[in-house]
């Protein structure tokens, strides 16, 4: 994905294989939710709460958060 120029988020689903991807710069956000029995992703956070996923804070994951900054965010700062 290096060539790929511009923001964006997008899955590709072929062969039973899942690709998920952003930007490099993390400007186009990619929430994720994953359990034994789904993969639930979008480009925001409140698509993914409605299928009933109800947020509980991880406070082990605030200082990397803090550190390393918001490009990171992909639901790290909720526990799974």
Not at 6 to 11: D, P, T, V
Not at 27 to 55: C, N, R
Request: charged letters at 25%; a negative charge.
């Amino acid at each position: 994905f290096k060539d790929f120029n511009g923001i964006f988020a997008f899955a590709i689903y072929d062969n039973n294989k899942l690709i998920v991807a952003r930007d490099h710069a993390g400007v186009k956000p990619l929430f994720y939710y994953t359990d034994e029995k789904q993969f639930i992703f979008a480009s925001e956070i409140k698509a993914i709460f409605e299928y009933g996923i109800t947020p509980e804070l991880d406070n082990n994951s605030w200082c990397e958060i803090i550190a390393l900054g918001p490009a990171l965010l992909a639901m790290e700062f909720l526990k799974e």
